[in-house]
């Protein structure tokens, strides 16, 4: 199978290069399962980025939030023929907007995406659903990025704790698609500062590190939703 | 508008009423026309609809939807014969263009093979041109 990453360069040109990888066998192993068009001609497969939980498990199954970015990759697969160089374009630019290989959730809604020669010609086509965030979840990862799971509202840690997290959005059950900014606000319920988040140097990932003794909200926004959890660091 | 009208008896069995040799041969009427087929359905729960009736021609799309087709057509060939032209010289002609796109699709091996692209609601005509003739569909992108 011939592959075309034309995500990598935009998407790492962008902040959304998280989870991608240059090596095309390990993407394959630990991607997300790829969609195909309804010509056959093609799959496209999401740069997941922070291994989001949908963007992992159900690979373009499920809708990209409004607000968010997802860079694409997409496998060329006609027999005899080498990929010439494809563009996406949205037949609904108030649904999905289109920045190179990346898209953008604009609005609630469904368009197709069409993948398109330099002819403009259509090579393949996926429908692909933008919903609203109406929940935020705060998800705890392992150091090489596995999930563990999601954040309870209040929990407990000791002094010198490190968590590797990212935060997911979803519309009713579920979770959607899609990389975003996020911040965090930090109320000091108890000592003077219990706790400090920093952002990882991968896009989407979040360092919590526990510092001393002490109770904390933190409140964080992203996608026009908040989110709260309490965190009490005991000694 | 053109259509086919093709009046073709069944001749299963000659018991059934099929003219003997000495008959008079069966009256056979044409017409040419020009015809889309969709060959992709549409996503679930959103409409991609091609109706080629009689008396009814038109293509009903959700907004956003992109659905292909195959072009079809059926008229007196230059050498006298009645058959397809293979959608010689097609063209698509929109009346609202923003409202409806057609690309061609790169099929190896599906030729006359077209996206229509429903990027904005409202009401519009495609006019499908070949060497057969014209045929108008009303589009309704919902």
Known sequence: ?235 | MKRLSLMLLPCALASAGCPSPSEPAPAYSYEPDVALQRITDPPPSLVGEIVNEPDTREIVLSLGVSLAARCWDFCELSDGRWGSSNCEDLTFTVDDEPMLSVHEALLPGEPDTYVLVAGASGDTTLHVETTCGVQDYRVVVE
Not at chain 1, 41 to 51: D, L, Q, S
Not at chain 1, 84 to 111: C, H, K, Q, Y
């Open chain 1, 1 to 235: 199978m011939r592959r075309h990453w034309i995500a990598l360069l935009s998407a790492w040109a962008i902040g959304c290069g998280g989870g991608s990888s240059s090596n095309p066998d390990l993407a394959e192993s630990v991607g997300p399962p790829p969609s195909g068009g309804a010509f056959g001609n093609a799959e496209v497969r999401p740069e997941c980025g922070t291994f989001s939980q949908a963007c992992l498990k159900q690979g373009l199954d499920a809708p990209l939030a409004v607000g968010a970015a997802l860079g694409l990759a997409i496998d060329y697969d006609i027999a005899g023929s080498a990929a010439p160089e494809l563009t996406l374009s949205a037949a609904n630019p108030e649904v999905i907007g289109v920045e190179g290989a990346v898209i953008v959730g604009e609005g609630e809604g469904s368009s197709s995406l069409l993948i398109m020669s330099p002819e403009q010609q259509v090579v393949d086509f996926i429908n692909v659903w933008v919903a609203a965030a109406d929940t935020l979840e705060v998800v705890r990862h392992y150091e090489n990025g596995d999930v563990i799971g999601t954040f309870a509202d209040e929990g407990t840690l000791l002094v010198g704790d490190e968590l590797l997290m990212s935060v997911e959005a979803f519309n009713t059950t579920q979770a959607l698609m899609g990389q975003f900014e996020t911040t965090f606000a930090i109320e000091v319920l108890d000592g003077d500062a219990p706790v400090t988040i920093v952002d990882d140097v991968v896009f989407g990932f979040h360092r919590l590190a526990a510092r001393e003794p002490g109770r904390v909200r933190v409140t964080l926004q992203a996608l026009k939703r908040s989110h709260e959890i309490e965190i009490e660091v005991l000694p």
